[in-house]
Nanobody, 125 residues
Framework: VQLQASGGGLVQAGGSLRLSCAAS????????MGWFRQAPGKERVFVGG????????YYADSVKGRFAISRDNAKNTIYLQMNSLKPEDTAVYYC???????????????????WGKGTLVTVSS
């Protein structure tokens, strides 16, 4: 499975962005999907995840209420709608896929099956 994230850019604090992650080369609907981010000089962390059927979403406390994940299995794509952006949201954002679900609680995600290349989000104050 190949994953490609897009939609990053520069936005002012309080603004919004929507990221997309397009998948190819596999049966997309078999995979739970997640978003992660890595700020400069910091480790990659969990942002949120969505089950294979889109029925349940999970979020890190730092983004809960501001970010929303959705997926369109017909388009092999997931989305990350980011609202009320803060300078501390500045990071490279990555999408990832895995057929297991234990990582959806925000732990043990480093061994996920597939990772895409990131897209940079910069939030100016």
């Amino acid at each position: 499975v190949q994953l490609q994230a897009s939609g990053g850019g520069l936005v002012q604090a309080g603004g919004s962005l929507r990221l997309s992650c397009a998948a190819s080369g596999g049966t997309f609907s078999m995979y739970h999907m997640g978003w992660f981010r890595q700020a400069p000089g910091k480790e990659r962390v969990f942002v949120g995840g969505i089950r294979w059927n889109g029925g349940t979403t999970y979020y890190a406390d730092s983004v809960k209420g501001r970010f929303a994940i959705s997926r369109d299995n017909a388009k092999n794509t997931i989305y990350l709608q980011m609202n009320s952006l803060k300078p501390e949201d500045t990071a490279v954002y990555y999408c990832a896929a895995d057929r297991t679900s234990s990582w959806l609680m925000g732990r043990n995600y480093k061994g996920m099956e597939y990772w895409g290349k990131g897209t940079l989000v910069t939030v100016s104050s």
